[in-house]
């Protein structure tokens, strides 16, 4: 049985195209001409593979690596051997990141399983509108009064609702299904994403639980790309907005009436509850929690699995159950630390 390869490999790249990327001249004894064709870790490299050193933890897989050329800082080239072509560069690891985009284009958003505007299998309504270019896999379903544009890849049994707007270039994944939305271009939604449906409310009551209607919509702006399993739920009475340039792990929930800036990051697990604000460069590490109504402040930074209960201020970093500042979180954890051990010394004592 042959190996499976599944990211098609290109015809790479010569090294002089390599540091061109990178920004840099190529080492004088190299050949400018020598390709490279992939990218691999140090240990794991071949003489026709890019790697990156930027550690010196790494240092003795630096010193016996097979890479045919390696990205690195002026500090520690020296350890590389001389038949590595060593490139230097400030930033090794974001020089190794361009040049893998050139080599793996096809690698940064799902591709379809087939070619061609719709495949047989394919559902599209007749009111539904489509640009030229627009790629539909068997299985998938466009209903009535959907626009979706030039260069989008709607993949097998996605469904795209009545009246939902997907711009250019975009990627919405397998089995993914998205409703009162409209979508900028550039924006990726990977497998099994569930976009657009009713946010989580009800009036509690000894009666029952009456439901809250949710009218509003899901707005996610351009270059966008939201992760596997991913919700986000519809607004109640605004909308759910993601700001252009965010990008959202596999397995998060955003609520209802959530309001997300530009260019933040939302970690795996994470959950955000209705009507909270995270401004523009927000992080939330894995599993963190947001309370309702709760605002994160531009370019704050929040631990993994913390739990915030109020508002974050710009440019904070908190951590912790529930979250606060992380030197007082710290400070907090080494006392607790100190209390247990004094009281574990002095029941030790009392036993003997």
């Not at 939302?266 to 929690?289: C, F, H, K, M, P």
Request: some cysteine; hydrophobic content about 45%; overall charge neutral.
């Amino acid at each position: 049985m042959s190996e499976p390869v599944f990211l098609k490999h290109s015809d790479g790249l010569t090294l002089g195209e390599v540091a061109g990327l990178a920004g840099v001249e190529p080492p004088a004894a190299a050949v400018p001409a020598r390709r490279v064709r992939g990218v691999a870790a140090l240990d794991r490299a071949g003489p026709s593979d890019l790697s990156f050193f930027d550690n010196k933890s790494f240092a003795a897989a630096a010193a016996a690596t097979h890479a045919g050329a390696c990205l690195t800082t002026p500090a520690l080239a020296h350890h590389l051997p001389e038949r590595v072509a060593a490139l230097k560069v400030r930033e090794p690891y974001r020089a190794f990141v361009l040049v893998a985009r050139a080599l793996f284009p096809h690698a940064l958003r799902p591709s379809s399983l087939y070619a061609g505007r719709a495949a047989a299998g394919a559902h599209v309504h007749e009111r539904a509108r489509l640009e030229d270019g627009v790629t539909i896999d068997p299985g998938a379903v466009i209903g009535p009064g959907a626009e979706i544009g030039s260069g989008t890849v709607i993949a097998a049994t996605a469904v795209i609702g009545p009246e939902v707007r997907i711009g250019r270039d975009c990627s919405i994944g397998a089995g993914a299904s998205i409703g009162n939305a409209l979508i900028g271009d550039r924006v990726i939604i990977h497998a099994g994403c569930r976009i657009g449906q009713d946010g989580f409310g009800f009036v509690m009551g000894a009666q029952g639980h009456l439901k809250i209607p949710q009218v509003g919509r899901v707005i996610i702006q351009d270059d966008v790309e939201i992760g596997a399993g991913t919700t986000v739920d519809r607004g109640a009475i605004r909308d759910t907005v993601i700001g252009e340039g965010t990008k959202i792990d596999n397995l998060v929930q955003v609520g209802h009436n959530v309001s997300i800036g530009r260019h933040c990051v939302l970690v795996a697990q994470t959950g955000i509850s209705g009507s909270s604000t995270l401004e523009d460069y927000v992080v939330l590490g894995a599993r963190v929690g947001l309370n309702n109504n709760v605002t994160i402040g531009e370019g704050a930074q929040i631990a993994a699995t913390s739990i915030v209960h109020g508002d974050v201020p710009a440019g904070a970093r908190w951590g912790g159950t529930p979250a606060k500042p992380v030197k007082q979180w710290f400070r907090e954890m080494m006392i607790l630390e100190r209390l247990a051990r004094a009281k574990g010394g002095r029941e030790a004592a009392q036993d003997e």
